[in-house]
């Protein structure tokens, strides 16, 4: 089965070589490739860019000693493959191992994707394929920042990422929040729980129930927001309260299962713990 990544890149390709004069013509050239595999380009077409990015697709495919050989030939091929930096930051074992990779990824994305570019697609850089590795790296290394103790560097990342893509297709918003509760930053959740006033889900309504217990103590207000959240998963108070190392996050989850509360949990439990009086009055409204 064709890596997900690869059957994106190759229908972006596909698209570019296509010259639609409508909506209408795009509409019926994708309605014509359903139920199809997306073909790929021979090697004698593509760019070294377009080379090097298959490279790193197959990496993923195969044991790491022989992974890096491609990654290694990917990054002789174009040495600006962010792909590749992603790549290599993720075979690493630790956050701070992990940095320069991505570190890397992301200046080279600042280089490309600066100037001009970022005037004329600021705000919808997820939307543009080429982007999203650039962006992926950025959101990996923030969650390394804040792992390191930078956690104002951290979440002024994740406020980038909102800015070159207002939609935040990569959900970094749920921990931005979240962080902002931790260092005081009332007036920026206020702002960005306003920007995404519509979401529900573990990660925002608790948040505002947190939010509202450390602004304004348990009143009748905190005391909604905190029901509504439990109502929306039960299951999220018990792995707040918990003392058990959270080791693994899931793979997925659903809006109110277990999987849900134990990856809200995974960001949030510390954070709740230190915020004097919230796990007590957590515990109260649970019962109840």
Known sequence: MKNPDKVF?????????????????????????????????????????????????????????????????????DPDCIEAYEFLAETQHSPATRMPFYKTGIDVGRRIFGGEYLDKHKGM??????????????????????ATGEKQECVALMEELIELNPNDNQGARDQLLLYLIELNEFEKFKRYDKQF?????????????????????????????????IKHNVHVPAKLESAKPIKDFPDTYGFGDENEALYYAAFARHIWLHTVGAIGWLKERAKK
């Open 9 to 77: 890149t190759d229908l972006h390709r596909l698209l570019e070589t296509q010259n639609f004069k409508s909506e209408k013509e795009l509409k019926e050239f994708m309605d014509s490739l359903m139920g199809k595999p997306i073909p790929s380009f021979p090697k004698e077409v593509l760019s070294d860019r377009e080379r090097a990015q298959d490279l790193v697709f197959e990496a993923y495919e195969l044991p790491l000693h022989h992974a890096k050989k491609r990654i290694d030939e990917a990054l002789r091929l």
């Open 125 to 146: 850089f997820w939307g543009m394929h080429e982007t999203r590795p650039f962006m992926r790296c950025m959101q990996h290394y923030a969650g390394c920042l804040y």
């Open 197 to 229: 006033d519509g979401d529900v889900g573990a990660f925002p309504l608790f948040n505002r129930a947190l939010f509202a217990f450390e602004t304004e103590g348990e009143t009748a207000a905190s005391n909604k927001l905190l029901k509504r959240a």
